[in-house]
């Protein structure tokens, strides 16, 4: 259970969306980023059955929204990291593999050929995560953030584990903050 307040008006709109949509509307909405088809519904059909502290939530954001994966402050940090500074380190090709789904033998093949950027680009971001707190910066409960820093190389541990795992089957958390949105096949019904 996540106790963000953000993130409880999102499952609170999600159960109620459940409940009260088609799952082709469903789909479109939290798979597809369809936010036009979320606001014509919000007002019409989920707004009344939230919560005060959720309705005073997305009446302050269904104007704005563009996306679930890259809002707050998690969706605009994985934003930066997988849509401009990997491409900007030369490890564009994790989301374009990812994206086009590839074989994860081809990824694999990929995070072969580009094995020194990986491998600077996690140095980097285990100095920015221990020294610098940026995790924290992006919502990452110092708690959490703890169970690895006894690790010198924690951030290249979890890449690597990440990395190793069929993203588009078995790990759409990841997959999702890379693409921008959950993987449209393999998973879904």
């Known amino acids: 259970m996540d106790f963000n307040g953000a993130q409880i008006a999102l499952t609170e709109l999600k159960s109620i969306a459940c409940q009260n949509l088609e799952w082709d509307h469903f789909f479109r909405i939290f798979a597809k980023n369809d936010m036009e088809l979320l606001r014509n519904k919000y007002w019409s059909s989920f707004r009344g059955q939230l919560t005060e502290p959720s309705r005073r939530f997305w009446d302050k954001q269904i104007k704005t929204i563009k996306s679930f994966m890259y809002s707050g402050t998690s969706g605009t940090l994985a934003y930066f990291v997988c849509r401009i500074l ?99 096949t393999g998973v879904w019904p």
Do not use: W
Request: charged residues 20%; positive net charge; hydrophobic residues 40%.
């Open 86 to 184: 990997f491409r900007v380190l030369g490890l564009g090709f994790i989301r374009r593999t990812l994206c086009e789904q590839q074989s994860l033998d081809a990824f694999h093949a990929e995070c072969r050929n580009h094995k020194r950027q990986l491998n600077a680009f996690c140095y980097v971001i285990d100095k920015l995560i221990s020294n610098a707190g940026f995790a924290m910066m992006a919502g990452v409960p110092s708690r959490q953030l703890e169970l690895g820093l006894h690790r010198s190389d924690n951030f290249e541990t979890v890449f690597k584990r990440i990395c190793s795992t069929d993203m588009v089957l078995d790990n759409y958390f990841y997959y999702g903050y890379i693409a921008g949105s959950p993987p449209l």
